[in-house]
């Protein structure tokens, strides 16, 4: 997949972009970095209709190419080193967003592969107990 990332652009595009490739992963953006395999914290997260211009630290209009082999961890250290901006992935879990701080060595399709298998997961067991429920 290949983001374009310019000023214009806002942090929701992006984030969208990023879920129509990896629908049970998304990616989230924050005012301070955080470090390897460590969670960013809910109060410092960007408000998603903020522009790449206005929350940018480094000057960069490109195109960020993502691939499925890409590690989490590498991904969000990519976006800090190319555009000063803090990112962080999380993985759909069950019914919940999970940040991937302790996986950061798993792929973006390892990632995904682990959030559809939960949601899955969580789908059998609704059905299985619906069953269970009805005479």
Same mark, same amino acid.
């Given at each position: 997949?290949?983001?374009?990332?310019? !000023?214009?652009?806002?942090?929701?595009?992006i984030t969208k972009q990023f879920s129509e490739y990896y629908p049970f992963l998304k990616i989230v953006f924050y005012d301070e970095p955080h470090y390897w395999q460590e969670a960013s914290t809910f109060k410092h997260q960007l408000a998603p !209709?903020?522009?790449i211009g206005e929350v940018r630290k480094k000057?960069?209009?490109?195109l960020m190419e993502l691939h499925p082999w890409n590690k989490t961890g590498s991904i969000e250290q990519e976006?800090?080193?190319?555009?000063?901006?803090?990112a962080q992935i999380f993985r759909k879990e069950c019914n919940i967003w999970l940040q991937t701080i302790g996986t950061d060595e798993l792929t973006l399709e390892e990632q995904n592969e682990k959030g559809r298998l939960s949601i899955q997961h969580l789908l059998d067991s609704i059905d299985t107990n619906s069953l269970n429920n009805h005479p």
């Open positions: 997949m290949i983001i374009e990332i310019h !000023d214009n652009r806002t942090l929701d595009e !209709d903020k522009s000057t960069a209009s490109t976006f800090r080193k190319q555009f000063g901006l803090n």
